[in-house]
């Protein structure tokens, strides 16, 4: 008798700045269509202003010249998304996603002097257990983490790592965001063993999202968070 399938875990489809090709990447039409298009979670990412402000945003800039760090909140409003909307604050990014997704912010910038900003947002949104924080700048994740232990917290990386157990240990995170052509078997296992959990980006061919599955990732993000739920579940199936 052949020995039986094993059937992978079920990874979270992740939807990347939202629904990245249904609505403009971090906008809140985006985030409204993350639930419907199959999505188990939705990736953001944040930068402060230089009031405060935390403004969904994926780059440093708007329109390659004005650095959001460098701009009030008044000022960000004044350079709408090209569907017309604002740029979001996380607070509006949150309650436009539905309550039943989780939440993976990845903070671009953050000055220490607004972290409690920041924690205090997730803390009073809608599903504050749901949502979790992952950024390059690993010392951000270290600093928040001291503040709020108990936040889910993830480290981003582009390379294959000697040791990549160290990066996680080094800023009290539980979750390696690995970019997707740098994921194996090996490291899946290694993070797993350790009692950590593996997220790919940005992963949009079915072939790919298949072999993530196999691998036993924990989540994948993509831009067709439609594509990742057929594919996750017919793998499952």
């Given at each position: 008798?052949?020995?039986?399938?094993?059937?992978?875990?079920?990874?979270?489809?992740?939807?990347?700045?939202?629904?990245?090709?249904?609505?403009?990447?971090?906008?809140?039409?985006?985030?409204?269509?993350?639930?419907?298009?199959?999505?188990?979670?939705?990736?953001?990412?944040?930068?402060?202003?230089?009031?405060?402000?935390?403004?969904?945003?994926?780059?440093?800039?708007?329109?390659?010249?004005?650095?959001?760090?460098?701009?009030?909140?008044?000022?960000?409003?004044?350079?709408?998304?090209?569907?017309?909307?604002?740029?979001?604050?996380?607070?509006?990014?949150?309650?436009?996603?539905?309550?039943?997704?989780?939440?993976?912010?990845?903070?671009?910038?953050?000055?220490?002097?607004?972290?409690?900003?920041?924690?205090?947002?997730?803390?009073?949104?809608?599903?504050?257990?749901?949502?979790?924080?992952?950024?390059?700048?690993?010392r951000i994740i270290h600093r928040l983490g001291e503040q709020r232990p108990a936040l889910s917290r993830g480290v981003l990386s582009t390379s294959y790592l000697v040791r990549p157990l160290a990066p996680l240990d080094d800023a009290g995170a539980t979750m390696l965001w690995q970019e997707r052509t740098m994921v194996d078997?090996?490291?899946?296992?290694?993070?797993?063993?350790?009692?950590?959990?593996?997220?790919?980006?940005?992963?949009?061919?079915?072939?790919?999202?298949?072999?993530?599955?196999?691998?036993?990732?924990?989540?994948?993000?993509?831009?067709?968070?439609?594509?990742?739920?057929?594919?996750?579940?017919?793998?499952?199936?």
């Open positions: 008798m052949p020995p039986p399938t094993r059937v992978p875990p079920r990874p979270l489809v992740i939807a990347h700045r939202g629904a990245s090709r249904v609505a403009v990447e971090n906008s809140l039409a985006a985030f409204r269509a993350a639930g419907p298009s199959g999505a188990d979670a939705v990736e953001l990412d944040v930068h402060a202003t230089v009031d405060g402000a935390l403004m969904v945003h994926h780059d440093a800039t708007i329109d390659g010249r004005h650095h959001i760090s460098r701009l009030s909140e008044r000022s960000v409003r004044e350079h709408p998304l090209s569907n017309g909307e604002p740029i979001p604050t996380l607070a509006e990014a949150l309650a436009a996603v539905a309550p039943a997704l989780a939440v993976f912010v990845e903070i671009k910038t953050l000055p220490p002097e607004y972290d409690q900003r920041l924690l205090d947002v997730l803390a009073q949104g809608p599903n504050p257990a749901g949502y979790a924080i992952h950024s390059f700048d690993h078997q090996q490291l899946a296992d290694t993070l797993h063993e350790a009692g950590r959990r593996l997220i790919v980006w940005t992963v949009d061919g079915e072939d790919e999202i298949r072999r993530m599955v196999m691998l036993g990732v924990d989540g994948i993000t993509t831009n067709l968070p439609d594509v990742g739920r057929r594919v996750v579940d017919g793998v499952r199936a």
